[in-house]
């Protein structure tokens, strides 16, 4: 039987702090609501505890951020698409900022195994004035524990009304884009990192930011050769990484995380609890 989970997250700003309900159908709720920053920004760590995502389910994710709010949104595990008999699964996600709020989407990778048949939905509306990190990191089968992506479809959507929209299908039969040097390259990790605004950030703001992920990336002598930082758009500024594994790009950007916070909000890197066990 097919799973059908949503859950719905409201931040509020009081004014000396930000406060969080949520509201729950199905199996995707919230694990914890920390606060090691202060009160000021919300750590959420949510939890789909079937553990994984089948042919026929539809997860739903919809954040409401009011006012001058500050979340951080992660996950304790990856999120895996499992083989399907032919029904596509869904997972959607749709956050809405207002003015000043500023959002951190942070989740761990997603798995696509072979023989799923997946869809996966990012949407960000931000308001003028809002800002947010977010990144997304795709690895095709489990190629070191010999489960390759053999079958099977991958289909993405990352959209920022307005300033950014990205659609593709992955194809496991597709070889001339996931082989050839001109698309995937053998890799089967695609991630991607994003600092995006509701209005045009200064060309001072987007050459710091593209200043620190190149910095970053230089380090990474793995990664280095098929990575680079872009502005596609003058709200947007984009990393993308191709690499055989998702361990050495989690770590970049982590890094480029902490250098992008610095860079364009004067905060520290403050880990989420959970990035530290």
Known sequence: ???HARLQLHYTHDGSGTGALDRHEGPLRVLQRLYPE???ICHHVLVHPPGGIVGGDVLELDARLDRNCHALIT???ATRFYRSAGDTSLQQVQCRLAEGARLEWL???TIAYSACQAHNRLRFDL???AEMIGWDLLALGLPAAGLAFERGQFAQELELPGAWLERGRIDATDSPLLDSPLGWAGRRVLATMWFAAGAALSSER???LLDAARGCV????ELSAHAGATAPQDRVVVLRVLA???EPAMQLFKQVWAAWRGAAWQLDATPPRLWRT
């Open 1 to 3: 039987m097919a799973w």
């Open 38 to 40: 202060g009160p000021g």
């Open 107 to 109: 989740p761990m990778e």
């Open 75 to 77: 996950t304790p595990g």
């Open 127 to 129: 308001a003028p004035g």
């Open 206 to 208: 987007r050459d710091a």
């Open 244 to 246: 055989h594994r998702v």
């Open 218 to 221: 230089v380090q990474h002598a």
